[in-house]
Protein backbone atom coordinates (compact mmCIF):
# COMPACT_ATOMS: atom_id res chain seq x y z
CA UNK A 1 0.00 0.00 0.00
CA UNK A 2 2.93 2.47 0.76
CA UNK A 3 4.85 1.43 -2.35
CA UNK A 4 1.03 1.89 -4.14
CA UNK A 5 0.43 5.35 -3.15
CA UNK A 6 3.64 6.70 -3.82
CA UNK A 7 3.56 6.08 -7.55
CA UNK A 8 0.60 7.34 -7.74
CA UNK A 9 1.24 10.61 -7.25
CA UNK A 10 3.00 10.85 -10.04
CA UNK A 11 1.69 11.04 -13.67
CA UNK A 12 5.44 10.55 -15.55
CA UNK A 13 6.52 6.82 -15.23
CA UNK A 14 7.67 6.20 -11.92
CA UNK A 15 8.96 3.74 -10.26
CA UNK A 16 9.76 3.19 -6.23
CA UNK A 17 11.17 0.24 -4.42
CA UNK A 18 10.10 -0.19 -0.49
CA UNK A 19 11.47 -1.65 2.70
CA UNK A 20 10.01 -2.38 5.88
CA UNK A 21 6.98 0.62 4.96
CA UNK A 22 9.96 2.68 4.00
CA UNK A 23 10.62 3.78 0.53
CA UNK A 24 14.46 3.23 -0.07
CA UNK A 25 14.73 4.31 -3.87
CA UNK A 26 11.76 6.33 -6.34
CA UNK A 27 12.80 7.54 -9.54
CA UNK A 28 10.41 9.06 -12.59
CA UNK A 29 11.97 9.40 -16.03
CA UNK A 30 10.08 8.92 -19.50
CA UNK A 31 12.04 5.89 -19.95
CA UNK A 32 10.45 2.80 -17.72
CA UNK A 33 13.65 1.26 -18.10
CA UNK A 34 15.75 3.64 -16.78
CA UNK A 35 13.14 4.87 -14.10
CA UNK A 36 13.11 1.30 -12.52
CA UNK A 37 17.22 1.29 -12.79
CA UNK A 38 17.14 4.70 -11.04
CA UNK A 39 15.04 3.54 -8.25
CA UNK A 40 16.65 0.48 -7.63
CA UNK A 41 19.72 2.10 -7.62
CA UNK A 42 18.72 4.50 -4.95
CA UNK A 43 19.47 1.55 -2.22
CA UNK A 44 20.65 -1.72 -3.91
CA UNK A 45 21.56 -3.07 -0.61
CA UNK A 46 18.44 -2.14 0.92
CA UNK A 47 16.40 -3.51 -2.28
CA UNK A 48 16.82 -7.16 -1.48
CA UNK A 49 13.42 -8.31 -0.24
CA UNK A 50 11.31 -5.41 -0.73
CA UNK A 51 8.59 -4.18 -2.90
CA UNK A 52 8.47 -2.88 -6.34
CA UNK A 53 5.45 -0.07 -7.63
CA UNK A 54 5.52 1.29 -10.73
CA UNK A 55 2.21 3.13 -12.11
CA UNK A 56 3.65 2.22 -15.62
CA UNK A 57 2.61 -0.91 -17.49
CA UNK A 58 5.90 -3.44 -16.93
CA UNK A 59 7.74 -4.39 -20.09
CA UNK A 60 10.02 -7.34 -20.74
CA UNK A 61 12.98 -5.41 -20.92
CA UNK A 62 12.03 -4.07 -17.73
CA UNK A 63 11.30 -7.57 -15.90
CA UNK A 64 14.73 -9.04 -17.17
CA UNK A 65 16.29 -6.49 -14.81
CA UNK A 66 13.85 -6.89 -11.64
CA UNK A 67 14.48 -10.67 -12.05
CA UNK A 68 17.97 -10.24 -11.31
CA UNK A 69 17.13 -9.28 -7.85
CA UNK A 70 14.97 -10.94 -4.88
CA UNK A 71 11.72 -8.74 -4.69
CA UNK A 72 9.09 -10.09 -2.86
CA UNK A 73 6.08 -7.96 -4.61
CA UNK A 74 5.89 -6.30 -8.10
CA UNK A 75 3.02 -3.87 -8.47
CA UNK A 76 2.15 -2.38 -11.39
CA UNK A 77 -1.29 -1.41 -13.47
CA UNK A 78 -0.64 -4.15 -16.34
CA UNK A 79 2.19 -6.71 -17.23
CA UNK A 80 3.26 -7.28 -20.60
CA UNK A 81 2.83 -11.11 -21.35
CA UNK A 82 6.38 -11.41 -22.38
CA UNK A 83 7.22 -9.50 -18.78
CA UNK A 84 4.91 -12.00 -17.09
CA UNK A 85 6.95 -15.23 -18.79
CA UNK A 86 9.97 -13.38 -16.95
CA UNK A 87 8.42 -12.97 -13.74
CA UNK A 88 6.65 -16.05 -13.16
CA UNK A 89 9.75 -17.60 -12.92
CA UNK A 90 11.44 -16.48 -9.66
CA UNK A 91 10.08 -18.33 -6.81
CA UNK A 92 8.22 -16.58 -4.23
CA UNK A 93 7.44 -13.35 -5.99
CA UNK A 94 3.81 -12.16 -5.98
CA UNK A 95 3.02 -10.33 -9.12
CA UNK A 96 -0.26 -8.16 -8.36
CA UNK A 97 -2.32 -6.02 -11.43
CA UNK A 98 -3.38 -2.50 -9.54
CA UNK A 99 -5.99 -0.61 -11.95
CA UNK A 100 -5.14 3.04 -11.80
CA UNK A 101 -7.93 5.01 -11.48
CA UNK A 102 -9.08 8.65 -10.88
CA UNK A 103 -7.21 10.77 -9.06
CA UNK A 104 -7.86 10.35 -5.51
CA UNK A 105 -10.01 12.80 -2.91
CA UNK A 106 -10.24 13.42 0.34
CA UNK A 107 -10.80 9.74 2.69
CA UNK A 108 -10.75 8.72 6.22
CA UNK A 109 -8.23 6.36 7.51
CA UNK A 110 -8.38 3.90 10.59
CA UNK A 111 -5.70 3.54 12.98
CA UNK A 112 -6.09 0.14 15.62
CA UNK A 113 -5.35 1.44 19.69
CA UNK A 114 -5.92 -0.25 22.66
CA UNK A 115 -9.44 -1.17 22.87
CA UNK A 116 -10.76 0.91 19.68
CA UNK A 117 -9.49 2.83 16.88
CA UNK A 118 -9.00 6.09 15.58
CA UNK A 119 -10.28 7.52 12.43
CA UNK A 120 -8.60 10.52 10.50
CA UNK A 121 -8.07 12.35 7.80
CA UNK A 122 -6.05 11.44 4.95
CA UNK A 123 -3.00 13.21 3.89
CA UNK A 124 -4.34 14.73 0.03
CA UNK A 125 -3.41 18.33 0.56
CA UNK A 126 -3.23 19.42 -2.97
CA UNK A 127 0.02 22.09 -3.63
CA UNK A 128 0.84 24.41 -6.51
CA UNK A 129 4.44 24.89 -6.70
CA UNK A 130 4.00 27.80 -7.75
CA UNK A 131 2.31 29.32 -4.66
CA UNK A 132 5.78 28.38 -2.91
CA UNK A 133 7.03 30.96 -1.11
CA UNK A 134 11.05 31.38 -1.06
CA UNK A 135 12.64 31.87 1.75
CA UNK A 136 16.37 32.10 0.07
CA UNK A 137 18.46 35.23 -1.31
CA UNK A 138 19.13 32.63 -4.19
CA UNK A 139 15.93 31.52 -6.23
CA UNK A 140 15.91 27.90 -7.14
CA UNK A 141 16.19 27.34 -10.61
CA UNK A 142 13.25 25.73 -12.59
CA UNK A 143 14.75 22.14 -12.03
CA UNK A 144 16.08 22.56 -8.28
CA UNK A 145 11.86 23.40 -8.38
CA UNK A 146 10.97 20.29 -9.94
CA UNK A 147 13.21 18.24 -8.04
CA UNK A 148 12.26 19.81 -5.07
CA UNK A 149 8.59 18.92 -5.73
CA UNK A 150 9.59 15.55 -6.42
CA UNK A 151 11.65 15.20 -3.19
CA UNK A 152 8.84 16.52 -1.26
CA UNK A 153 6.36 14.47 -2.15
CA UNK A 154 8.37 11.36 -1.79
CA UNK A 155 8.54 12.54 1.99
CA UNK A 156 5.30 12.39 2.63
CA UNK A 157 5.59 8.59 2.07
CA UNK A 158 8.64 8.15 4.26
CA UNK A 159 8.76 7.59 8.28
CA UNK A 160 9.04 10.84 10.39
CA UNK A 161 11.54 12.47 11.06
CA UNK A 162 11.90 11.93 6.99
CA UNK A 163 15.06 13.45 5.04
CA UNK A 164 14.82 13.26 1.32
CA UNK A 165 17.65 14.05 -1.21
CA UNK A 166 16.90 13.72 -5.28
CA UNK A 167 18.57 14.99 -8.13
CA UNK A 168 16.80 15.15 -11.54
CA UNK A 169 13.87 13.28 -10.63
CA UNK A 170 15.53 10.51 -8.94
CA UNK A 171 16.41 10.13 -5.12
CA UNK A 172 19.90 9.32 -4.28
CA UNK A 173 19.59 9.02 -0.36
CA UNK A 174 16.72 8.68 2.47
CA UNK A 175 17.17 9.56 6.25
CA UNK A 176 13.52 7.84 8.03
CA UNK A 177 11.91 6.72 11.65
CA UNK A 178 14.91 8.69 13.55
CA UNK A 179 14.22 10.00 17.26
CA UNK A 180 16.34 12.96 15.77
CA UNK A 181 15.93 15.16 12.57
CA UNK A 182 19.87 14.93 12.43
CA UNK A 183 20.03 11.43 12.29
CA UNK A 184 18.00 11.22 9.63
CA UNK A 185 19.79 14.11 7.73
CA UNK A 186 23.08 12.44 8.49
CA UNK A 187 21.55 8.73 6.97
CA UNK A 188 20.30 10.76 3.63
CA UNK A 189 23.67 13.02 3.21
CA UNK A 190 25.72 9.56 3.71
CA UNK A 191 23.78 6.86 1.58
CA UNK A 192 23.81 10.12 -1.46
CA UNK A 193 27.51 10.11 -0.86
CA UNK A 194 29.24 11.93 -3.14
CA UNK A 195 26.50 12.50 -6.00
CA UNK A 196 25.22 14.95 -3.29
CA UNK A 197 26.83 17.78 -4.79
CA UNK A 198 24.11 19.85 -6.92
CA UNK A 199 21.06 17.89 -5.05
CA UNK A 200 18.08 19.04 -3.13
CA UNK A 201 16.73 18.42 0.28
CA UNK A 202 13.17 18.02 1.33
CA UNK A 203 11.88 17.48 5.11
CA UNK A 204 8.65 17.12 6.73
CA UNK A 205 9.03 19.50 9.53
CA UNK A 206 12.01 21.99 10.12
CA UNK A 207 15.40 21.35 9.29
CA UNK A 208 17.64 21.10 12.06
CA UNK A 209 20.28 23.91 12.96
Not at 155 to 180: D, E, F, Y
Request: charged content about 20%.
Amino acid sequence: DVAWNLVSEFTECTFAVVKHNNPCGVSSNISPDKAYSQAYQGDPLSAFGGVVASNHSISASTAVEMAKIFYEIIIAPEFTPEALGILTQKKNLRILVRTTGKPRVAYGELRQISNGVLLQTGDYVQENIEDWQVATFRKPTQQEKKDLEFAWIVSKHVKSNAITIAKSRKILGIGAGQPSRVGSVDIALDKAGKLRKGTVMASDAFFPF
